[in-house]
Nanobody
Framework: VQLQASGGGSVQPGGSLRLSCAGS????????VGWFRQAPGKEREAVSC????????FVADPVKSRVTLSRNSTENTVYLQMNSVKPEDTAVYYC????????????????WGRGTQVTVSS
């Protein structure tokens, strides 16, 4: 069982990025998939989550209207699209899975992938 987050890198303010969370060894569609981020010196925070089927998906206020999550069942992958990025979006981004509905609490997520670094600067 493995989760792999990818797609990070350096982005200029106002630009866009797309992060991928690929699952292997299990079916990602059966789980809610959350994205979290952690900036240096700060606590990990929830960014967004896409539910499996119960409508509990959410987008956190700091990124609301800028983030969209989507699933590709064939690729067993969840994507996070972020537009109009800001320097304060700089962080390591993690994806994780949770049974049942989405949660904003990282403790509920049972399995985590390695993070991918996103740096927003000019």
């Amino acid at each position: 069982v493995q989760l792999q987050a990818s797609g990070g890198g350096s982005v200029q303010p106002g630009g866009s990025l797309r992060l991928s969370c690929a699952g292997s060894g299990f079916t990602l569609d059966y789980y809610a998939v959350g994205w979290f981020r952690q900036a240096p010196g700060k606590e990990r925070e929830a960014v967004s989550c896409i539910s499996s089927a119960d409508g509990s998906s959410f987008v956190a206020d700091p990124v609301k209207s800028r983030v969209t999550l989507s699933r590709n069942s064939t690729e067993n992958t969840v994507y996070l699209q972020m537009n109009s990025v800001k320097p304060e979006d700089t962080a390591v981004y993690y994806c994780a899975i949770v049974s049942g509905g989405c949660s904003r609490y990282s403790e509920r997520y049972r399995f985590w992938g390695r993070g991918t670094q996103v740096t927003v600067s000019s």
